[in-house]
């Protein structure tokens, strides 16, 4: 199983950034997709999660209505669209597979969002 | 969505036996046997090391087991080994259909 972040960078309060996770190793229909997300210095944070062929979506209500998940099962990738970010969502984004308990993590992708 | 609560940090001697408690809501850790705990290192991605409640991923020690009573789960590392000093994080499945984490664990083996 391989999962590898991009996309992240800096970005000025208020803008948008789109972090993709490419996958394989695994038949990536099958599986619910996770995004955590780890503060500097701090500790995990859920962030948001998708089921397989369905596509239904849940988000922590820190994100809710700013960051949007979503995947294309044809091409096994993973993305997460974050929109009016701000300081507080500077973090490293990880793409997780599985929902309620993840096995497999990426190496993470650096979102850092500063004037 | 609410964080689990657990202690800031834990220590042990090589050999001990160390608990980290995870204490949650009836809407979270009281609602399901959906509990699952990570390992991280520093720098490194989380590792699962227990999901289900008490079910562990092939390829992690038997030394790493998890319970639970009512709102509360626990880790237990039994005979501590200097590669165990990490992070630990609980995680919990909740009603509302997201997943909230503990603020995460410092293990020192002394």
């Known amino acids: 199983v391989q999962l590898l972040e991009s996309g992240g960078g800096s970005v000025r309060p208020g803008g948008s950034l789109r972090l993709s996770c490419a996958t394989s190793?695994?038949?990536?229909?099958?599986?619910?997709m996770t995004w955590v997300r780890q503060a500097p210095g701090k500790g995990l944070e859920w962030v948001s999660g998708?089921?397989?062929?369905?596509?239904?979506?849940y988000y922590a209500d820190s994100v809710k209505g700013r960051f949007t998940i979503s995947r294309d099962n044809s091409k096994n990738i993973l993305y997460l669209q974050m929109d009016n970010l701000t300081a507080e969502d500077t973090a490293v984004y990880y793409c997780?597979?599985?929902?309620?308990?993840?096995?497999?993590w990426g190496q993470g992708a650096l979102v850092t969002v500063s004037s | 969505q609410s964080v689990l609560t657990q202690p800031a940090s834990v220590s042990g001697s090589p050999g001990q036996s160390i608990t980290i408690s995870c204490t949650g809501t009836?809407?979270?850790?009281?609602?399901?046997?959906?509990v699952s705990w990570y390992q991280q290192h520093p720098g490194k991605a989380p590792k699962l090391i227990i999901y289900?409640?008490?079910n562990r991923p092939p390829g992690v020690s038997f030394r790493f087991s998890g319970s639970k009573s009512g709102n509360t789960a626990s880790l237990t590392i039994s005979g501590l080994q200097a590669e165990y000093e990490a992070d630990y994080y609980c995680?919990?499945?909740?009603?509302?259909?997201?997943?909230?984490f503990g603020g995460g664990t410092k293990l020192t083996v002394l």
């Open positions: 009836s809407s979270d850790i009281g609602a399901y046997n959906y």
């Open positions: 997780a597979k599985q929902f309620r308990y993840s096995d497999d």
């Open positions: 995680s919990s499945y909740t009603t509302s259909g997201t997943v909230v």
């Open positions: 998708i089921t397989g062929t369905s596509g239904v979506t």
């Open positions: 190793g695994f038949t990536f229909t099958n599986y619910a």
């Open positions: 289900d409640l008490n």
